[in-house]
């Protein structure tokens, strides 16, 4: 009897050291599992990592491209508004020596045609051409739009009474010239009622309203 309990406590204990090794088999299993995928992580945060260091340098290769365009952008930019200013002064020269021989046909005779009149901190006009008791006010532009006619029509060519008081006692009347008038605009200008004068093929200059037109007096 005693001898079959001492069997069973030893069934018991070795039970107990067999079920203890499989746990600790199981915990080795587990922690190398474990360090396999913290291996796996370290070589994640690896490739992470330089995936990073590879996304700033080429931000900083796409940041210094940038620079050199935002550079060669502002380049341009300057290139083309002195070339802007060298057009405007091209087409405001052309229409100012050919004023008053393209409207004699139009029977109007200018005898004194002034350029770039100015009043400080209120207007400043291209060209102001006189005949008799009305006064011909020119806006001149290199390409012509329509936004640019309203704005002539409705702001400055009703400030020139005020800008130059000695011209009150003249009608005033006004005209665009540009060296580049689609028809559209051409016959929005004139339904404005402005004379409209571009180049020609020959690089004179024209009137491009029709016959029988008779321009808006402004003040």
């Known amino acids: 009897m005693e001898t079959q309990k001492t069997e069973s406590r030893m069934d018991r204990i070795e039970g107990g050291i067999e079920e203890l ?10 922690q190398q599992k474990t360090d396999e995928q913290i291996l796996a992580l370290k070589e994640s945060q690896q490739k992470t990592d330089e995936q990073i260091l590879a996304l700033k340098e080429s931000q900083q290769k796409t940041d210094e491209q940038l620079d050199r365009t935002i550079k060669k952008l502002d380049d341009i930019g300057r290139q083309l508004g002195e070339l802007g200013l060298v057009q405007g002064e091209v087409a405001e020269d052309l229409f100012y020596r050919n004023v008053k021989s393209i409207f004699t046909k139009r029977k109007m005779t200018f005898r004194n045609v002034r350029r770039n009149l100015k009043k400080k901190g209120m207007a400043e006009y291209d060209i102001v051409a006189v005949d008799g008791e009305q006064v011909l006010v020119i806006e001149v532009k290199n390409r012509l739009d329509k936004r640019m006619v309203d704005r002539f029509v409705e702001q400055k060519l009703p400030k020139f009474m005020e800008a130059f008081p000695e011209y009150r006692s003249y009608r005033v009347i006004g005209g665009m010239g540009a060296l580049v008038v689609k028809d559209d605009v051409g016959r929005y200008a004139e339904k404005s009622g402005l004379y409209v004068l571009t180049q020609t093929d020959e690089g004179g200059a024209a009137i491009l309203n029709r016959e029988g037109f008779k321009a808006r007096e402004f003040g």
Not at 21 to 30: M, N, T, V, W
């Open 21 to 30: 090794l499989r746990g600790i088999k199981a915990l080795k299993e587990s």
